[in-house]
């Protein structure tokens, strides 16, 4: 495998995850660029460990309790970046001016639309995950989840310039993913997930696509562009949205 598919595998997992293996390899803007095609089998593995997590649990706690606590470490491997950025957004969202809503997107405090958020996403998201374990599905729908979501930073980047003219951590992606990485990702997310859930993941790949669109249209009219908070946001709300059409199917 050439050197530059190595360190972007690792940026991936470095930038999509706690798991410490950029430690020994120094990485740049452009290797998490090149990054994002690896980010739906990232999510992938996210979604896997978690509905592993799950199904063990079940065996000896009820649903919703074995769900909460597989969420609990998706959450703790993730560094609960998107739950964060979900947060930061929704705060974001009271605000009366853009450039007021940029302010309150870097600011580490959490308002009561933000904490609201959280809860309503994480009490969601665990009602969705109980469901498919008491129906059948749950890894399947996790796995498919994860993948897409995963890819949805990917083509919004692509599309949307960043909003701050100083730059910040959102802007690693913003103009540096390109039209074939776009195809890839979106290709390989959706890929894993028919494979891993046949025709309920053909319906979520096409609920996300809702999601991802209408956040994308919402972000342009609202701030000009999308922050990396903003990326975070769609992916933490399409792959609630894809677990809770996932459920509904079950």
């Given at each position: 495998m050439p050197a530059a598919s190595v360190?972007?595998?690792?940026?991936?997992?470095?930038?999509?995850?706690?798991?410490?293996?950029?430690?020994?390899?120094?990485?740049?803007?452009?290797?998490?660029?090149?990054?994002?095609?690896?980010?739906p089998l990232v999510g992938a593995g996210i979604g896997g460990l978690t509905g592993g997590v799950a199904l063990l649990l079940h065996l000896w706690l009820p649903s919703?309790?074995?769900?909460?606590?597989?969420?609990?470490?998706?959450?703790?491997?993730?560094?609960?970046?998107?739950?964060d950025a979900?947060?930061?957004?929704?705060?974001a969202a009271g605000a009366p001016t853009r450039e007021r809503a940029l302010e309150i997107m870097r600011d580490s405090r959490v308002g009561a639309f933000g904490a609201s958020a959280i809860a309503?996403?994480?009490?969601?998201?665990?009602?969705?995950?109980?469901?498919?374990?008491?129906?059948?599905?749950a890894l399947a729908s996790l796995i498919a989840a994860g993948a897409v979501s995963r890819a949805a930073s990917g083509p919004l980047a692509a599309v949307l310039p960043y909003p701050r003219a100083e730059g910040g951590p959102g802007s690693v992606l913003t103009g540096r993913v390109g039209l074939l990485a776009v195809c890839v990702t979106?290709?390989?997310?959706?890929g894993i997930a028919v494979l891993a859930a046949g025709w309920t993941g053909m319906v979520i790949v096409g609920a996300a696509a809702v999601v991802i669109v209408s956040?994308?249209?919402?972000?342009?009219?609202?701030?000009?562009?999308?922050?990396?908070?903003?990326?975070?946001?769609?992916?933490e709300v399409s792959e609630t949205v894809m677990l809770v059409v996932a459920a509904g199917l079950a």
């Open positions: 360190r972007a595998s690792v940026a991936a997992v470095a930038f999509l995850t706690r798991v410490p293996v950029g430690r020994a390899i120094a990485l740049d803007a452009d290797d998490v660029a090149r990054a994002t095609v690896v980010f919703f309790l074995a769900a909460g606590i597989a969420l609990a470490v998706s959450v703790l491997v993730t560094g609960a970046m998107h739950v979900l947060a930061d957004t929704l705060d309503f996403d994480v009490l969601i998201k665990t009602g969705a995950i109980a469901v498919l374990l008491d129906r059948g599905g979106v290709s390989l997310g959706v956040l994308g249209l919402i972000y342009r009219r609202w701030l000009g562009g999308a922050t990396g908070d903003c990326l975070g946001a769609a992916t």
